[in-house]
């Protein structure tokens, strides 16, 4: 079945600094999505990309559909405490009745 | 304009029990589809509604069941409730209909913690 690699589990990084988070795939996706989850809560939408190339941003985030369309990265500039959360990847291929499949997640830790 | 409503946020059962979980989409959405996370496997695809049938089926055991109702609210049902069923269900829902909709995104509830001890 179709696999979305992220690594790794777990990255630190001090407040203000950048990080950039890579996800791929076996498979062409037509559709990424990233999503970040907070404790206790679901995962909220940060970018969604449906365009090989596409670069996309929001506000210090910023999100590439990798030319393949196996990968897509996300880049958090200007790190700060609140970005403190698991970060997913997620990916659907062609055809209306696709199904959403999710990488495992990157949690990040940001040292004040 | 409200989110994506699931109740209840948390729930306790024994081994053998079932259980019903809700799923309230976003207004306006039609598509609901439900995900199992634990820590070690992540965000599992359980199955997805449209038009109160199931468009899309994960690799879960026939234990796992839903519905959705012609209002696109939507249920899942766990029966013969196992220890490794302890998890946290995500209910998620998205414009998805048409062709031209398949690449709407999904929006997640907070999700009802389940615990089986």
């Known amino acids: 079945g179709q696999q979305l690699n992220q690594s790794p589990q777990s990255m630190f990084i001090q407040e203000g600094e950048d990080v950039s988070m890579n996800c791929t795939s076996s498979?062409?996706?037509?559709?990424w999505l990233w999503y970040k989850q907070d404790p206790g809560e679901g995962p909220v939408l940060l970018i969604a990309?449906?365009?090989?190339?596409e670069l996309t941003s929001n506000g210090r985030l910023t999100a590439q559909f990798g030319i393949t369309r196996k990968d897509s990265f996300l880049n958090i500039s200007a790190s700060i405490p609140s970005d403190v959360g698991i970060y997913f990847c997620?990916?659907?291929?062609?055809?209306?009745?696709?199904?959403?499949?999710f990488g495992k997640g990157i949690t990040l830790s940001v040292r004040p | 304009k409200a989110g994506v409503t699931q109740t209840p946020r948390y729930l306790i059962k024994t081994r053998g029990q079932q259980v019903t979980l809700s799923c309230s989409p976003i207004?306006?959405?039609?598509?609901v589809s439900w995900y199992q996370q634990t820590p070690g496997q992540g965000l599992q695809f359980l199955f997805e509604y449209f038009s109160e049938t199931q468009r899309n089926k994960g690799n879960f055991p026939g234990r796992f069941s839903g519905r959705q109702f012609s209002n696109s609210r939507s249920e899942m049902n766990v029966s013969t409730l196992e220890l490794g069923d302890s998890a946290l269900y995500l209910c998620a829902s998205s414009r998805q209909g048409t062709q031209h909709q398949h690449n709407s995104p999904l929006h997640f509830g907070n999700g009802t913690r389940l615990t089986v001890t």
């Open positions: 498979s062409i996706f037509n559709t």
């Open positions: 207004s306006g959405h039609r598509s």
């Open positions: 990309l449906y365009k090989a190339g």
């Open positions: 997620a990916g659907r291929s062609t055809g209306a009745n696709s199904k959403l499949t």
